[in-house]
């Protein structure tokens, strides 16, 4: 600045007690700004907002029913099976609880999150891919169960589906509930870890002793 111009000689000298800022030159307290108003964070149910109308429907060309986008709000969504030929493919669920009566052909849950799948039995399998937080209950039986690129996932079997094969592959956060002798359900975790040695010409694979107990 010109200070020889007298540029500043018309201005005073602003003391640390006029400076409203600083509140231990202050006897009160200074004024608090306003908060910024921040815009509200998208809710949970926001997040995985349904892509599609709820669906269910029987497609009779190929004894398919389709189950798609239900949710918690449509209740407990039923499905009666009438002929043992006839799968059942749910897709884009969130939340929902669906429920399968009757002896089927085979389920397939695709692209689902927090939904629970409860059957009395399939002859082939049910198989969950592309899922997160899923929840299937056995009431008889099933050949098999397929787990796919799902993150955490619970499978309930009673004791007439002791012999139900599980094959998991790119997932992770697995258990599976069972009765014990006495009848009391237990749950274990279903292995994601294993440890690989070379045999000879041949590639072994055993459980991680993590999962020793």
């Known amino acids: 600045m010109n200070q020889e ?9 602003v003391t640390k007690d ?48 389709l189950v798609e986008y239900q949710a918690a709000a449509n209740g407990v969504v039923s499905v009666q099976i009438n002929d043992k030929k ?22 397939a849950v695709d692209n689902c999150k927090k939904t629970s799948v409860t059957f009395d039995a399939a002859m082939a ?14 009431r008889d039986s099933v050949s098999s169960v ?21 094959v998991a592959s790119k997932s992770s956060e697995m258990n599976v509930q069972f009765p014990d002798a006495n009848g009391d359900l237990i749950e274990r975790p279903i292995p994601e870890q294993y440890v690989h040695r070379i045999k000879g010409q041949s590639i072994t694979a ?3 002793d993590l999962y020793g107990h």
């Open 18 to 65: 006029m400076q409203t800022w600083r509140t231990e030159y202050k006897g009160v307290d200074a004024p608090v700004p306003a908060a910024a108003k921040l815009s509200p964070k998208p809710s949970a149910a926001a997040s995985v907002a349904l892509k599609g109308p709820a669906k269910l429907e029987f497609q009779p060309g190929g004894s398919r029913w």
């Open 86 to 107: 006839e799968t059942v493919y749910i897709y884009g669920c969130v939340g929902a609880t669906i429920d399968i009566k009757g002896k089927c052909k085979s389920i």
């Open 125 to 138: 399998s049910i198989e969950l891919v592309n899922s997160q937080g899923m929840k299937v209950t056995v």
């Open 206 to 208: 055993d459980v991680s």
């Open 5 to 13: 111009g007298g540029v500043t000689a018309g201005l005073k000298k």
């Open 146 to 166: 397929a787990i796919d690129k799902t993150d955490g996932c619970i499978v309930t079997l009673p004791t007439s589906s002791l012999h139900t094969e599980i």
